[in-house]
């Protein structure tokens, strides 16, 4: 069942309810108004050095065509999780991968950052050990990707500009992570050799190449939220030394970091319970778009909007006085920053009734059921719903920017440079876009609304799933033939 609005309220209920929708709607032309001025940050990212949209040049040159072979360790550091994987690249579009996830947790995400890296180094070692590999004296090859800010300056090479999503370990920032990693592996004796450095969002773009044949943009809808895309060479003027490998290229795939869209807050629609998340996260004022957008953050700011709406006094002249939701209770769970999983979310747009809600409240959040009337159960379902579609609609605003910046056609629908005859084809990755239900449906209907329904249907949405395993052993494979040729 899925939610419906709660018109059955009392008029006072209703008033706040409407209230809170209109700070969370978005017309389309607020919709193409936010996209065009992703474009020109966008370019302006390209052009100049420490804009909050990175625009970071990955030094990949090109997307695989399904064609490539080769068996590599990979590694992911995302926001949640570490996994370490091994993938054998079968060719023929094909592969296979092990992995084993390991848990991060707030300890090493905080502390110093030789810890974390020590781990990682423990959990390489553990899972190669596992496997039986490598043979005596074998040295493998591993491609890792860390879904961080990085500014890197070769394949194998990048220093750490600033953590995001929760992390804040010390000593890394403006650390080469590749070398932290292999000091770390090296001290522990891993016979393991890191020789690329890829984002997840690069690593969802390869995949889903490697899976189809092309693509022309990877997104993250998970912890964070990030995109990848493919330039022209000559349109990253910032750019100025080019190693042998890259002089030859024409293209050069783009890491946007585009979660920093905007935070100068020029044109994202944040209320007032977007500025509570904010204020008290660990980075006020950065990573604006992303602080819309991502499972880090969605159940977070509804969550602040159920507190709101509990805190309110009673409806006025109510006897015995009526409060907005759950009698007026809160619980310490619920009370609890970060305490509102956005994995709750999906679970109550997959089942909205009051049945479902109420159960989920009370095993989840330490509600009675005396508290939660039907009508609450309505309203947490489509207060989720609310949060959830505005992230959706401003997810369409960063895949419709990055369809204008590619030249397929202007905000609005207009035709752009570059003729478009095929689907074009666009990876994703990250539990928000995989699970929460209707995500990509409520991402198009944006898209559709800022570049016309033409342009819509020719975006071809398919999971890159194990893209960052993929993604990494892909990319470790071009510096194995790049240290090879040199
Ligand atoms: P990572 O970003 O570390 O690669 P994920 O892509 O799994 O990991 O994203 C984890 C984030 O997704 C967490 O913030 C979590 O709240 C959210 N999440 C996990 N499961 C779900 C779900 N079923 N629906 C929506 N969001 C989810
Ligand atoms: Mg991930």
Not at 90 to 114: N, R, Y
Not at 133 to 141: A, I, R, T
Not at 234 to 256: E, F, H, P, Q
Not at 291 to 315: F, H, Q, T, V
Request: glycine share 10%; proline share 5%; net charge negative.
């Amino acid at each position: 069942m899925a939610p419906i609005p709660p018109t059955d309220a009392p008029q006072p209920i209703k008033d706040v309810l409407d209230s809170i929708e209109k700070q969370f709607e978005l017309s389309d032309e607020r919709l193409k108004q936010i996209t065009a001025h992703f474009v020109t940050m966008y370019r302006r990212g390209l052009q100049h050095g420490h804009e909050p949209m990175a625009m970071i040049p990955t030094y990949v040159t090109g997307v695989p065509d399904g064609s490539e072979t080769g068996t590599f360790m990979a590694v992911d550091l995302g926001g949640t999780n570490f996994r370490v994987c091994e993938v054998q690249l079968l060719g023929d579009h094909k592969f296979s991968l092990k992995q084993k996830k390991f848990k991060v947790t707030e300890e090493l995400k905080t502390g110093p950052a030789v810890d974390l890296f020590d781990y990682m180094a423990s959990c390489i070692g553990d899972f190669m050990k596992e496997l039986g590999n490598p043979p005596e004296d074998e040295c493998l090859h591993l491609g890792m990707t860390f879904s961080f800010p990085v500014e890197q300056t070769a394949l194998g090479a990048g220093r750490l500009l600033t953590w995001t999503k929760g992390f804040s370990a010390t000593g890394a920032i403006g650390n080469d992570v590749v070398q932290l990693l292999q000091d770390s592996l090296d001290k522990k004796r891993v016979a393991a050799k890191c020789v690329a450095l890829v984002n997840d969002t690069v690593g969802t773009l390869l995949t889903r190449g490697y899976l189809t044949g092309s693509c022309f943009l990877g997104a993250i809808f998970g912890t964070g939220t990030n995109g990848a895309y493919v330039e022209d060479l000559s349109s990253i003027t910032k750019l100025k030394k080019l190693d042998a490998a890259t002089r030859k290229a024409d293209k050069m795939i783009i890491n946007t970091e585009w979660g920093a869209f905007d935070n100068a807050r020029h044109v994202l629609p944040i209320t007032r319970w977007d500025n509570a998340l904010d204020r008290i996260s660990i980075n006020p004022r950065y990573q604006a778009f992303e602080k819309l957008i991502s499972g880090m953050y969605l159940g977070e700011i509804a969550r602040n909007i159920l507190i709101y709406l509990i805190d309110l006094p009673p409806i006025p002249g109510s006897n015995p006085p009526q409060h907005y939701l759950f009698r007026g209770h809160s619980t310490k769970k619920f009370n609890t920053q970060y305490g509102f999983d956005t994995e709750l979310m999906s679970r109550i747009k997959n089942d909205s009734s009051p049945e479902a809600v109420r159960e989920l409240l009370v095993n989840e959040m330490g509600f009675t059921d005396y508290q939660i009337s039907d009508l609450d159960t309505q309203i947490v379902a489509w207060i989720c719903d609310l949060v959830a579609n505005r992230s959706a609609a401003l997810s369409g605003c960063a895949v419709a920017a990055t369809l204008v910046q590619c030249g397929y056609c202007e905000v609005g629908g207009g035709p752009g440079s570059k003729e478009v005859d095929s689907a074009l084809e666009l990876g994703v990755d990250g539990s928000l876009v995989e699970f929460y239900p209707g995500f990509e449906e409520a991402l198009r209907k944006s898209l559709r609304a800022i570049v016309g329904e033409k342009m819509e249907q020719l975006v071809k949405v398919g999971m890159a799933k194990d893209g960052s395993g993929v993604g990494a052993a892909l990319c470790a494979l071009v510096a194995t033939k790049n240290e090879q040729h040199s």
